[in-house]
């Protein structure tokens, strides 16, 4: 472009050994950017591995500020964070069952409760590990309900009004698979999907629905709202996805 | 009469203060929503999460617009003239550069308008803006693109945006602890050293 100044001018005449420096690096910047998203998914499961000693070693909390530091990202598929006090929530269970019902926060804690401390993996790549979780097994809930013969899955609906989730009947009856009330030795806070969530410890996060609030019978499986966008409906840790995370 | 003229000619013309501070404003504005969206304990006490993720996006679709409209047209001609200057790296400016990536003491002389660590700051900032508004596009727009995309453009998002992070504050920081810095860039000032 032709200097249109004088201020412009000084700038072309300025010495023939000077570079354009400026230029290259906003070009391989750009290069970079490209190459990342290309092969970003493998690096960075390379680099959270990689991290993750260093970040469970922190007791600053300065890890968290890493993309790939500990700590549960909150997501919503909706405006906000829908809440719902214990009082007023309601479970509902129904489809193909003998019996179905409408379960309080109370009728839930009165039931045998299952803990177990686990990790927490998303699909995005982020891992929280040795997460506690405490809850009802799945199966106690279905079995209470009885599941008629026809029954071959079920679907998870969620009171943010959007959000809904599946497993097979197989999968359903692993008891690492609960209702969960409880998180880290407290409840469930709204953020995290309380006060009462889904938790598929062998699966990738979006299984585990947030703010649970009907559990149905079905006569096959019904994509839920990731997998109708192109997540994988059997979604094991590390044998879906395309990734290769460690089994939870 | 002609020197003293001549020495106080600003060293930043009103559009490129302007454009710099809308720029700024821009860019804290993307900090802080972006910090909201992703720093679990930000986001819980914020909340509003589709409002916030809303205007992360549309200021972030906004962030190229003040520089190009600072360069179109006569009015630019300064600014133009300044982002010649900041591209150019003299052999000084390229010396200064190789001593820094091999952990030397730096030694640079005074060569032109900027300092190489300027042009730099400069290159890193600027040259963020597209791969941001790309991979940021990626994610906001995700569905014609393959999964493994998604990921790869939010690990390019996260850690470009952390690395902006500590480059913004090294900015301000430098602004504010050089003497004489900030003054031209906050009114019609030449720079006084």
């Given at each position: 472009?032709?200097?249109?100044?004088?201020?412009?001018?000084?700038?072309?005449?300025?010495?023939?050994?000077?570079?354009?420096?400026?230029?290259?690096?906003?070009?391989?910047?750009?290069?970079?950017?490209?190459?990342?998203?290309?092969?970003?998914?493998?690096?960075?499961?390379?680099?959270?591995?990689?991290?993750?000693?260093?970040?469970?070693?922190?007791?600053?909390?300065?890890?968290?500020?890493?993309?790939?530091?500990?700590?549960?990202?909150?997501?919503?598929v909706?405006?906000?964070?829908?809440?719902?006090?214990e009082?007023?929530?309601?479970?509902?269970?129904?489809?193909?069952?003998?019996?179905?019902?409408?379960?309080?926060?109370a009728?839930?804690?009165?039931?045998?409760?299952?803990?177990?401390t686990?990790?927490?993996?998303?699909?995005?790549?982020w891992?929280?590990?040795?997460?506690?979780?405490?809850?009802?097994?799945?199966?106690?809930?279905?079995?209470?309900?009885?599941v008629?013969?026809?029954?071959?899955?079920?679907?998870?609906?969620?009171?943010?009004?959007?959000?809904?989730?599946?497993?097979?009947l197989?999968?359903?009856?692993?008891?690492?698979?609960?209702?969960a009330?409880?998180m880290?030795?407290?409840?469930?806070?709204?953020?995290?999907?309380?006060?009462?969530?889904?938790?598929?410890?062998?699966?990738?996060?979006?299984?585990?629905?947030?703010?649970?609030?009907?559990?149905?019978?079905?006569?096959?499986?019904?994509?839920?709202?990731?997998?109708?966008?192109?997540?994988?409906?059997?979604?094991?840790?590390?044998?879906?996805?395309?990734?290769?995370?460690?089994?939870v | 009469?002609?020197?003293?003229?001549?020495?106080?000619?600003?060293?930043?013309?009103?559009?490129?203060?302007?454009?710099?501070?809308?720029?700024?404003?821009?860019?804290?504005?993307?900090?802080?929503?972006?910090?909201?969206?992703?720093?679990?304990?930000?986001?819980?006490?914020?909340?509003?999460?589709?409002?916030?993720?809303?205007?992360?996006?549309?200021?972030?679709?906004?962030?190229?617009?003040?520089?190009?409209?600072?360069?179109v047209?006569?009015?630019?001609?300064?600014?133009?003239?300044?982002?010649?200057?900041?591209?150019?790296?003299?052999?000084?400016?390229?010396?200064?550069?190789?001593r820094?990536?091999?952990?030397?003491?730096?030694?640079?002389?005074p060569?032109?308008?900027?300092?190489?660590?300027?042009?730099?700051?400069?290159?890193?900032?600027?040259?963020?803006?597209?791969?941001?508004?790309?991979?940021?596009?990626?994610?906001?727009?995700?569905?014609?693109?393959?999964?493994?995309?998604?990921?790869?453009?939010?690990?390019?998002?996260?850690?470009?945006?952390?690395?902006?992070?500590?480059?913004?504050?090294?900015?301000?920081?430098?602004?504010?602890?050089?003497p004489?810095?900030?003054?031209?860039?906050?009114?019609?000032?030449?720079?006084?050293?």
């Amino acid at each position: 472009m032709e200097p249109s100044t004088p201020e412009e001018a000084e700038v072309v005449l300025a010495d023939e050994r000077d570079v354009a420096v400026g230029r290259r690096v906003i070009l391989g910047m750009f290069g970079l950017g490209i190459g990342g998203v290309l092969v970003g998914a493998k690096v960075s499961r390379g680099v959270s591995k990689a991290l993750a000693p260093i970040t469970a070693a922190d007791r600053t909390g300065l890890s968290d500020f890493l993309p790939a530091g500990g700590g549960f990202r909150i997501y919503t598929v909706t405006g906000t964070l829908p809440a719902k006090s214990e009082g007023a929530y309601r479970l509902e269970v129904s489809g193909l069952v003998e019996r179905p019902m409408t379960l309080t926060f109370a009728d839930l804690k009165a039931m045998p409760a299952t803990s177990m401390t686990k990790d927490f993996q998303c699909v995005t790549g982020w891992r929280v590990e040795d997460v506690k979780w405490v809850g009802v097994r799945l199966w106690d809930l279905l079995d209470r309900a009885g599941v008629k013969p026809a029954a071959k899955a079920v679907r998870f609906t969620c009171f943010d009004g959007a959000y809904s989730e599946s497993l097979t009947l197989e999968q359903a009856r692993r008891d690492d698979v609960i209702v969960a009330y409880g998180m880290q030795g407290g409840g469930i806070s709204k953020a995290h999907g309380g006060p009462v969530r889904l938790y598929v410890a062998p699966m990738y996060g979006y299984k585990s629905a947030k703010w649970l609030s009907g559990i149905e019978l079905t006569d096959r499986v019904v994509e839920g709202y990731w997998e109708r966008r192109g997540y994988d409906v059997d979604a094991w840790i590390g044998k879906s996805n395309g990734r290769d995370d460690e089994p939870v | 009469m002609a020197a003293t003229t001549s020495l106080s000619r600003p060293r930043f013309d009103n559009v490129t203060r302007a454009v710099h501070w809308a720029n700024a404003a821009l860019f804290l504005f993307l900090v802080f929503t972006g910090l909201v969206l992703s720093f679990g304990p930000l986001s819980t006490a914020v909340g509003r999460r589709t409002l916030v993720k809303d205007l992360h996006v549309w200021s972030g679709l906004a962030l190229p617009v003040p520089l190009l409209l600072g360069v179109v047209g006569r009015w630019g001609a300064v600014l133009r003239a300044d982002l010649g200057r900041l591209n150019r790296w003299s052999v000084s400016d390229r010396r200064w550069l190789r001593r820094v990536f091999r952990l030397r003491r730096r030694r640079h002389q005074p060569s032109g308008k900027f300092h190489p660590g300027q042009k730099l700051n400069a290159a890193f900032v600027g040259g963020s803006i597209p791969v941001m508004l790309l991979t940021g596009s990626i994610m906001r727009w995700y569905e014609p693109f393959p999964l493994s995309w998604r990921t790869g453009a939010t690990f390019v998002h996260d850690w470009l945006a952390t690395a902006l992070l500590f480059v913004i504050a090294g900015h301000i920081v430098k602004a504010l602890v050089t003497p004489g810095a900030l003054a031209p860039m906050l009114r019609s000032e030449s720079h006084t050293p």
